[in-house]
């Protein structure tokens, strides 16, 4: 654990950085991240922020915890992991504490661990956010796009599959390791995604809202001697039931089964089975600058929503 150089003054600002929380730091961190949330009507840390809040010590993760005498106030996280890419952060200010520069002590914090080498997540793309990267000196580089289409009246065509590709639900433990390495191979120029190991997909499987029969897989028969079927694509599907919203979550194809169709047949295969739920709206996130991808979604009906940014330093 390291600290600033802030004394331990009532009212006044300490950060302090932790390379696991306690479980009442995990309590008090969920805490402000809920009250973020309804606040600002999205999440200010990811899915995969908020489990490794909990998950205790990971290599290349830290959390930067902010108070103001002894109320948590501010949170952030760092994670260098990419063994190219600059270290990523998310951060978050209580809102009934915003204004006080806080966003911008934290923000400083994480330049100064990072080496000044930093990318930044302002899911949303407030205008707070936009002004608070200005202001440490960050560029805009990256844009994650939401969208979303209604799932009430599904009109999309029959799903095609390419011949001799069949399609299953997910067994926990028989698949992991198969799917973790045609994740790794799908997304291996995305390292968020593709960097996934077991213990990623165990904390995935043991969330309350990890449905197997709502995770796709399809397989074809191996080529060579040694026979069998292997796997080499999915769709993961998940449920947000709280907003009633179906998420497709994880699509992924295999670079030797791509351009074939299936990735477009596993979509509607996913969306069938979320509209099945009786869930009013999907979702999906895609890079704005996956030009091909984006297309492919808006002729499935599918229109952007909102927008996570990411800035990072000059390089």
């Known amino acids: 654990m390291t600290s600033d150089d802030t004394a331990r003054l009532p009212g006044a600002r300490s950060i302090e950085t932790y390379a696991a929380l306690s479980p009442e730091q995990t309590e008090a961190v969920l805490g402000l991240l809920a009250e973020a949330a309804r606040n600002d ?7 995969q922020g908020r489990l490794q809040l909990r998950d205790g010590e990971r290599a290349g993760v830290s959390h930067l915890l902010l108070t103001v005498g002894d109320e948590l106030v501010g949170y952030a996280q760092l994670e260098d992991t990419d ?23 934290l923000g400083s914090a994480l330049l100064a661990a990072s080496g000044k080498r930093l990318r930044v997540w302002a899911h949303g793309g407030h205008s707070a956010a936009r002004h608070l990267a200005q202001v440490l000196g960050l560029t805009l580089f990256r844009e994650l796009r939401q969208m979303r ?10 799903p095609v599959l390419p011949q001799g590709v069949t399609v299953r639900s997910f067994v926990p433990g028989q698949d992991d390791a198969a799917w973790l390495a045609v994740n790794a191979a799908s997304f291996a120029h995305h390292p968020e995604q593709g960097s996934l190991t077991q213990r990623d997909l165990d904390a995935r499987k043991a969330e309350p809202w990890f449905d197997p029969a709502g995770f796709f897989l399809a397989e074809r028969e191996r080529a060579g001697a040694e026979g069998g079927r292997e796997l080499i694509g999915f769709h993961w599907t998940k449920v947000h039931a709280e907003e009633q919203l179906g998420e497709v979550y994880v699509l992924g194809v295999a670079p030797g089964a791509q351009g074939g169709g299936l990735g477009k047949a596993l979509t509607v295969i996913g969306l069938r089975h979320l509209a099945a739920q009786g869930l009013p709206t999907a979702m999906l996130y895609v890079d ?13 009906g599918f229109t952007t929503y909102e927008a996570d940014l990411m800035y990072r330093t000059e390089t």
Not at 90 to 105: D, F, M, S, T
């Open 41 to 47: 009507g999205q999440q200010a840390v990811s899915e």
């Open 83 to 105: 063994p190219v890419e600059a270290p990523a952060a998310e951060l978050v200010v209580h809102p009934a504490h915003r204004g006080h520069g806080h966003g911008r002590a």
């Open 149 to 158: 289409r209604p799932l009430t009246d599904l009109d999309l065509p029959d």
């Open 288 to 300: 704005a600058d996956n030009k091909a991808a984006v297309s492919v979604y808006e002729r499935m």
